[in-house]
């Protein structure tokens, strides 16, 4: 009985990567636990490769780590995107190929689908794993994102990485943002493609995923018109720029005009970090911009 037990668990029993002694065993583990950290995210990224150093040859681990353990008070970090499947976008799949060996050396493709958008299927990108054995074991040395561009030397261009102060302070951003919406308002009542133009001239005053849905929402079919500064169908004829609380949020009266002339005044809280606005708080906690426009693009999606 207990040799039938342990034929049993041979069968079924799948060693770690680690001990497969292969390169695209080792890139195989990498990749599924990677994108498994995609359907999470709740690990820091310095954390999570903490946890695969053994994956990872010493060379490529430590300056790897120790960029991604870079948690700047303002600006973006030095690695602002996935430095495993060269994006900013989501990781869905991936296929791994045959490895190509050269002595203790081996190129493994990995083609990889990314997607910007979920209602999409994305688009296959196609990266190369380099590997060097050590030990009997096979590690992961670099990662080629196309001719030319690989993980090494985006590594060793942020060797004399510093931070840098924000352009503007987040109370200089949000006076910028509402000083140039009020502009337009001016000019009459908004429209998706006025909303559109005017955040486009005004990106760099607007965190990047911010901006991103804003113009995803306005672009979408049907659009969302609304003026998503003052909440509703209003024109912005004035505002006052209030309190700060803490020098991420700040009040602002708005006096809106709805199409019948009549103007009301409407309290905001606008959010702002590292210079840029990120949000704007119409009332509750979950009636604000960016709410507005994820139901908006979830009811899209629902009725095409």
Same mark, same amino acid.
């Given at each position: 009985?207990?040799?039938?037990?342990? #034929?049993?668990? *041979?069968?079924?029993?799948?060693?770690?990567?680690?001990?497969?002694?292969?390169?695209?065993?080792?890139?195989?583990?990498?990749?599924?636990?990677?994108? *498994?950290?995609?359907?999470?995210?709740?690990?820091?990224?310095?954390?999570?490769?903490?946890?695969?150093?053994?994956?990872?040859?010493?060379? #490529?681990?430590?300056?790897?780590?120790?960029?991604?353990?870079?948690?700047?008070?303002?600006?973006?970090?030095?690695?602002?995107?996935?430095?495993?499947?060269?994006?900013?976008?989501?990781?869905?799949? $991936?296929?791994?190929?045959?490895?190509?060996?050269?002595?203790?050396? *081996?190129?493994?493709?990995? *083609?990889?689908?990314?997607?910007?958008?979920?209602?999409?299927?994305?688009?296959?990108?196609?990266?190369?794993?380099?590997?060097?054995?050590?030990?009997?074991?096979?590690?992961?040395?670099?990662?080629?994102?196309?001719?030319?561009?690989?993980?090494?030397?985006?590594?060793?261009?942020?060797?004399?990485?510093?931070?840098?102060?924000?352009?503007?302070?987040?109370?200089?951003? @949000?006076?910028? #943002?509402?000083?140039?919406?009020?502009?337009?308002?001016?000019?009459?009542?908004?429209?998706?493609?006025?909303?559109?133009?005017?955040?486009?001239?005004?990106?760099?005053?607007?965190?990047?995923?911010?901006?991103?849905?804003? #113009?995803?929402?306005?672009?979408?079919?049907?659009?969302?018109?609304?003026?998503?500064?003052?909440?509703?169908? $209003?024109?912005?004829?004035?505002?006052?720029?209030?309190?700060?609380?803490?020098?991420?949020?700040?009040? @602002?009266?708005?006096?809106?005009?709805?199409?019948?002339?009549?103007?009301?005044?409407?309290?905001?809280? @606008?959010?702002?970090?590292?210079?840029?606005?990120?949000?704007?708080?119409?009332?509750?906690?979950?009636?604000?911009?960016?709410?507005?426009?994820?139901?908006?693009?979830?009811?899209?999606?629902?009725?095409?």
């Amino acid at each position: 009985m207990r040799t039938a037990l342990l #034929l049993l668990l *041979a069968l079924f029993f799948v060693p770690p990567a680690s001990a497969q002694g292969t390169p695209e065993a080792t890139v195989e583990q990498f990749y599924r636990d990677w994108l *498994a950290w995609h359907s999470g995210q709740g690990q820091p990224r310095e954390d999570w490769v903490a946890q695969h150093r053994s994956l990872l040859t010493p060379s #490529l681990y430590k300056p790897l780590h120790k960029a991604l353990s870079i948690h700047p008070k303002y600006g973006l970090p030095p690695i602002d995107f996935d430095p495993f499947t060269s994006s900013q976008v989501s990781f869905v799949s $991936y296929q791994v190929g045959q490895a190509k060996l050269e002595g203790d050396t *081996a190129t493994v493709p990995v *083609a990889m689908r990314l997607q910007t958008r979920v209602s999409e299927p994305g688009t296959v990108h196609y990266r190369k794993m380099r590997l060097e054995r050590t030990g009997g074991e096979w590690q992961i040395s670099d990662i080629v994102y196309r001719e030319g561009s690989q993980l090494s030397s985006v590594l060793e261009s942020l060797r004399d990485w510093k931070p840098v102060k924000p352009r503007v302070t987040n109370q200089e951003a @949000v006076q910028r #943002l509402f000083d140039g919406w009020l502009a337009e308002n001016r000019k009459g009542q908004p429209t998706p493609g006025m909303t559109i133009a005017f955040l486009e001239r005004h990106r760099d005053l607007l965190a990047p995923e911010t901006a991103d849905l804003l #113009l995803e929402a306005l672009r979408t079919s049907p659009p969302l018109d609304r003026n998503l500064f003052c909440n509703g169908s $209003y024109r912005m004829v004035s505002y006052q720029l209030g309190t700060s609380y803490g020098g991420e949020s700040f009040s @602002v009266q708005v006096r809106r005009e709805g199409k019948d002339g009549q103007s009301h005044v409407q309290g905001l809280m @606008v959010d702002a970090a590292d210079g840029r606005v990120t949000n704007v708080i119409y009332g509750l906690p979950d009636a604000n911009m960016l709410e507005v426009c994820r139901k908006h693009l979830d009811l899209a999606r629902a009725h095409p």
